[in-house]
C-alpha cells in the first residue's frame, strides 16, 4: 500500500488531509512537528513511506530545514515530498524546491487537484522503485557466477577486503580455503563441457553446504577452482571446514573414469591462516592458501593442506594438516 506522511503542526489541517488521503485509498502518517517526522522516515526499514506532504510554517524546525535533514540522511532513497502552505510567494516556493522539495502547493488545497498531484508521484515512486530493483539486480549478476551462483572472483575480493578490515579492527583472525577440482581437465575432455558445467555446478553446491555463518563467503576463482573465507576463524576451525568441503565433494559420487587414484570427482584443499589481520596484508592471505592447495595436490591430492601466514616476517610454513582417506 502506498503510504503517505503528513507533517503539520495543525491538527485540523492534519485530519482534512487524512479524510481525503484514505477515502482515495492511502495510508496515512502523520507527525506534528519536523522532529517527529525524521523520526517516522528514520524507520522506513520497516515501515516504508512513500511521499511526505510537508508544512513550510512549523516551530522549533520548518518544513524547509525539515526535508534538508531526510535529504541529507536518506541521499540514495528518494521519495516525493511536497509542500503545503498558505504562503504563495515566489522566494519561497524556490527556496522551497532547494531544499530538496519536488512540488509545492497553497492551503486549502483542492480536493481534486491534491490527488492528481497524489496520482502523479505514485507513478513517479513507482517508476523509481523499479529503477532501483532493476540496478540491484544489475549488480547481483556482476558479483555472481552466473555457472554456480556463487560470487565470482570480483565479488568474492570486494568482500574479502571488507571482512578482512573487519578483523584486522577487532583484531580477530581470518582464514581463506582454496579448493581445486581434481584433473578437472581430464573430465571435461572425456565428458564434455556441459557435463563439466554440471559438475562445477554440484560441487559449488556441496561447498556451499560446509559454511554455516552469514559471514562466510564462497566464491569461484576461476575455471575450477574455489575460494572461501571464514572470518574470525583460527587454523583449527578452518582445517575442520576443509575437510567437511572435500568430504561433501567425494560425497556427491561424480562418476569419473579419469581420476587415477578414485572412480568419483574428489578436490584438493588448501588452507591458511592469519592470527593476527592487522599486522598482514589480505593478499598474503591468499597467497599462502594457494600455496597450501599446491602442496595438497603435489602430495597426492585429494585432501587438506594448510599453510600458516606469519604476520611479521610475511613467511610461511606448509604442513601436512589431513592424510589422504581412503574411500
Not at 525539515?66 to 516525493?80: I, L, Q
Not at 554440471?198 to 574455489?226: M, N, S, V
Not at 572412480?263 to 597467497?287: D, P, Y
Not at 599446491?294 to 613467511?315: D, T, W
Amino acid at each position: 500500500m502506498f503510504t503517505v506522511l503528513v507533517v503539520d503542526d495543525n491538527e485540523l489541517d492534519r485530519t482534512y488531509l487524512r479524510s481525503i488521503l484514505e477515502g482515495d485509498g492511502y495510508q496515512v502518517l502523520e507527525a506534528e512537528s519536523g522532529r517527529e517526522a525524521i523520526q517516522l522516515v528514520e524507520r522506513t526499514s520497516q515501515r516504508p513511506i512513500h511521499l511526505v506532504l510537508m508544512d513550510v510554517v512549523m516551530p522549533m524546525l520548518d518544513g524547509l530545514d525539515t526535508v534538508k535533514r531526510m535529504r541529507r540522511a536518506h541521499p540514495k532513497h528518494w521519495f516525493p515530498i511536497i509542500y503545503l502552505s498558505t504562503k504563495e510567494d515566489e522566494t519561497l516556493i524556490c527556496q522551497a524546491l532547494e531544499a530538496g522539495g519536488d512540488d509545492f502547493l497553497t492551503k486549502p488545497v483542492p480536493t481534486n487537484l491534491l490527488l492528481a498531484k497524489m496520482r502523479a508521484f505514485a507513478r513517479v515512486a513507482d517508476l523509481q522503485q523499479e529503477l532501483e530493483t532493476m540496478n540491484l539486480e544489475l549488480f547481483q549478476s556482476s558479483i555472481t557466477d552466473p555457472l554456480t551462483q556463487v560470487h565470482n572472483r570480483l565479488g568474492f575480493l570486494n568482500q574479502f577486503e571488507v571482512q578482512w578490515r573487519i578483523c584486522a579492527r577487532e583484531e580477530m583472525p581470518m582464514s581463506v580455503i582454496m579448493i581445486d577440482v581434481d584433473h578437472f581437465k581430464s573430465y571435461n575432455d572425456t565428458y564434455g563441457h556441459p557435463e563439466g558445467d554440471r559438475c562445477l555446478h554440484a560441487i559449488a553446491g556441496a561447498l556451499q553446504t560446509a559454511l554455516k555463518r552469514p559471514a562466510d563467503l564462497l566464491g569461484r576463482f576461476g575455471g575450477e577452482e574455489f575460494i572461501a573465507m571464514l572470518p574470525t576463524t583460527d587454523m583449527g576451525g578452518a582445517v575442520r571446514i576443509g575437510e567437511d568441503m572435500r568430504e561433501a565433494v567425494r560425497a556427491l559420487n561424480i562418476a569419473s573414469a579419469t581420476n587415477p587414484k578414485n572412480e568419483v570427482v574428489t578436490v584438493s584443499v588448501g588452507v591458511s591462516t592469519c592470527e593476527m589481520v592487522r599486522l598482514s596484508q589480505s593478499e598474503n592471505l591468499i597467497r599462502t592458501a594457494d600455496d597450501a592447495l599446491y602442496a595438497a595436490k603435489g602430495s597426492g591430492r585429494n585432501r587438506v593442506c594448510y599453510v600458516s601466514c606469519n604476520p611479521h616476517s610475511l613467511k610461511h610454513q606448509e604442513q601436512l594438516a589431513t592424510p589422504l582417506k581412503k574411500i
